[in-house]
């Protein structure tokens, strides 16, 4: 199984931006498929995003035209950029490789009003 490490989570004001990075182990990166997802307190974990091999990017209803998935094959590393953040968005994000079921440990985002 491939090896997730999730990074640049943090405490930000509402309207404010993050960039999260996800490191992953292994081979094949450039032909694995990857994701985020969040799970906040009380709740169950959803989908965030998803970044396909070819390039095809799927959003979760709540982030579209906020956060933008990309992904760095060289750097086997792919990005969530989070914009316009709402206090709703604080969750614990978690990187996910669709290919083998992995998950990352996760990286704390809240957003204060």
């Known amino acids: 199984q491939v090896q997730l490490a999730e990074s640049g989570g943090g405490l930000v004001q509402a309207g404010g931006s993050l960039r999260l990075s996800c490191v992953a182990s292994?081979?094949?990166?450039?032909?694995?498929?990857l994701g985020w997802y969040r799970q906040a307190p009380g709740k169950e974990r959803e989908l965030v995003a998803q970044?396909?091999?070819?390039?095809?990017?799927n959003y979760g209803n709540s982030v579209k035209g906020r956060f933008t998935i990309s992904r760095d094959n060289a750097k086997k590393t792919v990005y969530l950029q989070m914009n316009s953040l709402k206090p709703e968005d604080t969750a614990i994000y978690y990187c996910?490789?669709?290919?083998?079921?992995?998950w990352g440990q996760g990286t704390q985002v809240t957003v204060s009003s």
């Open positions: 996910h490789s669709v290919n083998d079921g992995s």
């Open positions: 292994g081979r094949f990166f450039s032909a694995r498929a």
């Open positions: 970044i396909f091999s070819g390039g095809t990017t």
